[in-house]
């Protein structure tokens, strides 16, 4: 099986080395760019995951993240941002930008490791475990399991993998409520922390993208979500 590529995008030299030696020696391809501009000269589309810190000049990691959002052939590819910042506010901001995740400098190289493996992990749809691959539908909302796609009245729409992941689980057990703890387990890996602020970021997103199917993911206060017909 091919290595999965990785881009690191980091404006500090040093940190893109160290980055490369360790995802390397964990089994992976990788290149670096010292910069977002660097970075668009290059084919992305190659690449199976992005690394892409925040705070670099010119191009910051945010604007890049909308860049890549809004091409279609870079639009699925997953990022984890990687930034000194640590406020609540700009985690939330690199998620609704897309992002699959959000690590803090300092950080531990064990940890880079166990976040890429996760998210790059979380891309098998691990949502999607009980072996049925039929499409799961409600009215005109469909997601083609097998394809990893969903789409309204037969227009696609733009999902990351993780807000299909929840679509499709809450799809398949309509009427069943999910408590935070409940997606977590089955949504995210054992190896990824996840406040509960970012479930509801991400239900929120979610709600935004498939309306006017947004209304149908409901709250239970106290208990969790569900989507009701």
């Avoid at 099986?1 to 391809?29: P, Q, T």
């Avoid at 995951?49 to 997953?78: C, H, R, W, Y």
């Avoid at 009245?153 to 703890?181: C, H, M, P, V, Y």
Wanted: proline content about 2%.
């Amino acid at each position: 099986m091919d290595k999965a590529r990785i881009l690191v995008v980091d404006d500090e030299s040093s940190l893109c080395e160290i980055l490369k030696f360790n995802l390397e020696k964990a089994g992976y391809s990788v290149d670096t760019a010292l910069s977002a501009e660097e970075a668009l000269s290059l084919n992305i589309s190659n690449y199976q995951l992005l690394l892409l810190d925040v705070m670099m000049d010119d191009i910051s990691g945010f604007q890049m993240a909308k860049i890549l959002k809004k091409n279609k052939a870079t639009e699925s590819i997953p990022i984890i941002f990687c930034t000194a910042k640590d406020t609540e506010d700009d985690t939330v901001k690199g998620l609704d930008l897309g992002a699959d995740d959000y690590i803090s400098k300092p950080f531990s190289l064990k940890e880079v490791i166990a976040r890429v493996n996760a998210v790059l992990r979380r891309g098998g749809g691990n949502t999607d475990n009980a072996g049925d691959q039929s499409p799961l539908r409600y009215e005109n909302l469909m997601v083609d399991v097998k394809g990893k796609r969903a789409f309204i009245n037969d227009s696609e729409i733009t999902l990351t993998k993780t807000e299909l992941e929840l679509l499709s689980l809450l799809l398949r057990n309509k009427g069943r409520i999910f408590s935070r703890e409940d997606l977590l387990k089955m949504v995210w890996p054992d190896d990824v922390l996840v406040t509960a602020r970012t479930i509801d970021v991400h239900i929120t997103r979610l709600r935004k993208k498939i309306k006017p199917y947004g209304d149908n993911i409901v709250t239970r206060f106290g208990y969790g979500y569900c989507f009701e017909s």
